[in-house]
């Protein structure tokens, strides 16, 4: 077998929710960059499809089950002999009214269940897994986001989720360093990535260019960012690259957790 050159060269790369957008890309530069990578989904047709695109495996996993979990581990050992990168992405927005009056337990739970216990229980796994890898630095790298550090009013169960994403990689990368694991976690943060789900909130035609337009003027870099960059920053966490990192966020966001910016002709500036 012809061996594999690249920033993750070799390593064992499991990555959640990875049949399209931004696992999607996650999966993709991971391979590109010379990682064994299993595609995990419970969308079948979609991830054995991005599998055989980028000549990984596919994995079938309901994240949200502790079972389910358990069988990934056991069947990522016995084919590949341990495992070096786990990407937490699987998650959901939500549907329906999620503002703190009138959301439902029923969708709290939900959120919580998909977006928060697959990631408390994907450490928990990867930990007992990645722990007996001797020869190898290992990552794992959280799915946060903007929504996870500010609060929004139309999205509580979500941004819940996501801010105990944050803390929680914190405390995992606290626990690995002190039990002297080879073990990082990091967390990332995207904001107004261009996936499927943008296009579709968008609309079609002059309606996405005009909403699209209209939305990126509120970002301080007047542009949606793609899957692909948050691909990249996935990349830097998972490879050895970030050896000294690990209980950190990173934004990907083109600014928007930054702060406010006012533009050149404003005037403002002269009042610094």
């Not at 581990?73 to 990407?87: H, N, P, S, T, Y």
């Not at 337990?105 to 897994?129: M, P, R």
């Not at 803390?167 to 976690?185: D, E, F, M, P, W």
């Not at 990249?232 to 600014?255: H, K, M, N, P, Q």
Request: some cysteine; overall charge neutral; aromatic content about 6%.
């Amino acid at each position: 077998m012809e061996k594999k050159h690249g920033r993750v060269a070799g390593k064992v790369a499991l990555v959640t929710g990875a049949a399209d957008g931004i696992g999607k890309a996650i999966a993709t530069l991971l391979s590109k960059e010379g990682a064994n990578v299993i595609v995990a989904d419970v969308n079948e047709t979609l991830g054995r499809q991005t599998a055989a695109e980028i000549g990984g495996s596919f994995l079938m996993l309901d994240v949200s089950k502790e079972e389910a979990w358990q069988d990934a581990m056991a069947r990522i050992k016995a084919d590949f002999g341990g495992l070096a990168i786990l990407v937490n992405n699987a998650g959901i927005m939500g549907k329906g009214l999620q503002d703190p009056e009138h959301s439902t337990l029923d969708q709290w739970q939900l959120l919580h269940k998909i977006n928060l216990d697959s990631v408390f229980l994907g450490c928990k796994y990867a930990i007992q897994l990645m722990k007996e890898n001797k020869n190898q630095k290992c990552s794992i790298v959280n799915m946060s986001s903007r929504s996870g550090v500010v609060g929004v009013p139309t999205a509580v169960g979500y941004a819940s989720t996501k801010a105990a994403v944050r803390n929680h990689t914190k405390s995992v990368a606290l626990y690995c360093a002190q039990q002297g694991y080879n073990i990082r976690c990091n967390s990332v943060q995207p904001a107004s990535i261009m996936t499927g789900m943008w296009k579709a909130m968008l609309g079609d035609g002059e309606a996405f260019e005009a909403n699209h337009k209209k939305l990126a003027k509120d970002i301080p870099m007047k542009r949606f960012g793609t899957p692909e960059e948050v691909a990249y920053s996935v990349l830097f966490l998972a490879s050895d690259e970030s050896s000294y990192t690990t209980g950190s966020e990173l934004s990907i966001d083109g600014g928007i957790l930054a702060g406010t910016a006012s533009s050149p002709d404003t005037g403002l500036e002269k009042a610094v």
